[in-house]
T-cell receptor, first 110, second 113 residues
Framework: DVKVTQSSRYLVKRTGEKVFLECVQD?????MFWYRQDPGLGLRLIYF???????EKGDIPEGYSVSREKKERFSLILESASTNQTSMYLC?????????FGPGTRLTVL | GENVEQHPSTLSVQEGDSAVIKCTYS??????FPWYKQELGKRPQLIID?????GEKKDQRIAVTLNKTAKHFSLHITETQPEDSAVYFC????????????FGKGTTLSVSS
């Protein structure tokens, strides 16, 4: 089974803080993805990466950046957290077309 | 880019009834259409998928159909059970390296006994 882990299940931060969410996969997949999930809006793609040091913007990249220094690790960075970034963040990985999700990080920005 | 529309947003059925969820997509280059199920408090899990060279695929009580001409695909669940209650997401992609799945907004299915 593919194992995808995320650094925190729950996180509370203050407005303006820099926030790091980390995702690690153990299956040597090239592709890694970050989504946010909000009620009624489904899963929206923030950024994805198809190789080390490569990144592509998804549908909602504003306010976020990413880092992929090693193949197994993909980090999502909120440069200056805002209350509208309170959400569930899901990391995913897998071969082209197939995605295995991590358990998610519930981020609250106060 | 790809856009995936999913309907209905909520669906309530009685145990034993059938449930149908429909999705449409915009990019004619998309050729891979998976469905994910997300139970409350859990991560989305792949339950079934279909590729563009196939019109229908079945796996026990669930089936997917694809109409490439009309650019729509559907999930059918027969003999629904309470454990089918979950949020279901459809998605589409070109299934190539360097591309991502684009998801619909989800359907909350409630099966009452």
């Amino acid at each position: 089974d593919v194992k995808v882990t995320q650094s925190s299940r729950y996180l509370v931060k203050r407005t303006g803080e820099k926030v790091f969410l980390e995702c690690v996969q153990d299956m040597d997949h090239e592709n890694m993805f970050w989504y946010r999930q909000d009620p009624g809006l489904g899963l929206r793609l923030i950024y994805f990466s198809y190789d080390v040091k490569m990144k592509e913007k998804g549908d909602i990249p504003e306010g976020y950046s990413v880092s992929r220094e090693k193949k197994e690790r993909f980090s999502l960075i909120l440069e200056s957290a805002s209350t509208n970034q309170t959400s569930m963040y899901l990391c995913a990985t897998g071969p082209p077309g197939t995605q295995y999700f991590g358990p998610g990080t519930r981020l609250t920005v106060l | 880019g790809e856009n995936v529309e999913q309907h209905p947003s909520t669906l309530s059925v009685q145990e034993g009834d059938s449930a149908v969820i429909k999705c449409t997509y915009s990019d004619s280059a998309s050729n891979y259409f998976p469905w994910y199920k997300q139970e409350l408090g859990k991560r989305p899990q792949l339950i079934i998928d279909i590729r563009s060279n196939v019109g229908e695929k079945k796996d026990q009580r669930i089936a997917v159909t694809l109409n490439k001409t009309a650019k729509h695909f559907s999930l059918h669940i027969t003999e629904t059970q309470p454990e089918d209650s979950a949020v279901y997401f459809c998605a589409a992609s070109t299934n190539q390296a360097g591309t991502a799945l684009i998801f619909g907004k989800g359907t909350t299915l409630s099966v009452s006994s």
